[in-house]
């Protein structure tokens, strides 16, 4: 993975924390193998004047329903970090009870809501704070052993946390194993089943870190042949008129209907998408869930298996929305050529709009 700083980019928010905090989180944002629409958050801590003339510290994190790759200085709460890092120390707090505090310390009340992850941004002494759902992280860490071939690929350069669900359980968590800890040993810290952080004091370091931490993992990947065990196959799919357009245009009226709403359809039959269509275990892999909380957020746990020439869309739609995956009747036949891999329906919205997810907290 390439650094895509840009000293010429960068130019024109130098001096100004929270410009290059925007500049850097929108370079995250822009790389999909690190985050999808969003998920992962960043942040920034500085020091402001109140009205009377004190001087106040200050978390900006990443205010939910914002996406990394668009936000904005006002997609940035502001938040008082005393408050934050005493919060930190409390032995429990509901979830609840943690937004509407961190909602309550934010010093601008139009701000978006901070994100659920802003205390353990807090509790990190570290004035740029960058966090990914990185894939290739996530990738070994799912993988048996993925604790262990964290710790032998990362060594000791990262804190490695065990997995807990993304909130005030979690912030407490690394408040815990972080007593006493000098961070500046380490360059990150590996979320085991959700994700990396990385720091530093300035918005270059923060995010380059992340991309060589990255990096270490995807070359771990291609070590391990990771890459070529990956199954491509040429999409002998038909395109035109009577072709897969006509079929995706029928299973997107389908959809529309079933949905009440308008829907798109999207179509990928790239070599992978139709090597992994046409996998004669499909139904089982697919059905797993996805790799972390985040891709939750785009994919939904599970997907609908449709067989090619076999679109009564309204029947297998209707079996497929209790999230039962079905596999395709002629599944062998389907394995034996390779697929028609629909890559997905979504609710049609505005751009900028997140989809809504129901199943998570980490995407609050
Ligand atoms: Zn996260």
């Known amino acids: 993975m390439k650094s895509l700083w840009n ?28 985050v999808l629409h969003g998920g992962g958050n960043t942040s920034v801590k500085t020091t ?31 938040v008082q970090l005393r408050v934050l890092t005493r919060m930190a120390e409390l032995p429990r707090l509901t979830d609840t009870e943690m937004v509407r505090a961190q909602r309550a310390a934010m010093t601008d009340p139009s701000a978006p809501t901070p994100s ?5 941004h807090a509790i990190i002494p570290f004035t740029f704070v960058d966090h990914t759902h990185a894939d290739a992280v996530v990738a070994i860490s799912n993988t048996p052993g993925g604790e262990a071939r964290i710790r032998e690929v990362y060594q000791d350069r990262v804190l490695v946390v065990p997995y807990v669900m993304p909130g005030f359980v979690l912030a407490r968590k690394v408040f815990e194993l972080s007593r006493g800890l000098d961070w500046s040993r380490y360059e990150g810290m590996v979320l085991l089943h959700h994700g990396i952080f990385s720091w530093g004091n300035d918005a270059r370091s923060s995010y380059e870190r992340m991309i060589e931490l990255v990096t270490t993992a995807e070359d771990y990947l291609q070590k391990k042949k990771a890459w070529t065990a990956v199954r491509r196959v040429t999409s002998s799919t038909a395109h035109g008129v009577n072709g897969v357009e006509l079929e995706l245009a029928r299973l997107r009226r389908e959809a529309s209907l079933l949905r009440g709403a308008p829907m798109i359809a999207i179509l990928d039959d790239s070599a992978e998408a139709a090597g992994f269509a046409g996998q004669p275990e499909v139904a089982s892999i697919a059905s797993r869930g996805p790799l972390t909380p985040d891709h939750v957020i785009r994919t939904k746990p599970t997907p609908l298996g449709v067989a090619r020439g076999q679109f009564r869309f309204r029947r297998s739609l209707r079996r497929g929305i209790p999230r039962v995956f079905r596999p395709p009747r002629d599944a062998g036949s389907e394995a034996a050529r390779p697929g028609t891999p629909l890559d997905g329906v979504a609710r049609r919205g505005n751009r900028g709009t997140r989809p809504k997810c129901q199943g998570c907290r980490d995407c609050r």
């Open 7 to 34: 000293d010429k980019e960068a130019s024109g928010s130098e001096g100004d924390p929270l410009r290059l905090r925007v500049y850097t989180s929108r370079l995250l944002g822009q790389e999909p193998s690190l």
């Open 116 to 120: 659920v992850e802003a205390i353990l």
């Open 48 to 78: 402001a004047t109140t009205l009377f003339g004190d001087r106040e510290d200050l978390l900006y994190i990443k205010g939910s329903g914002w996406d990394l790759a668009t936000i904005e200085a006002a997609g940035f709460a502001p």
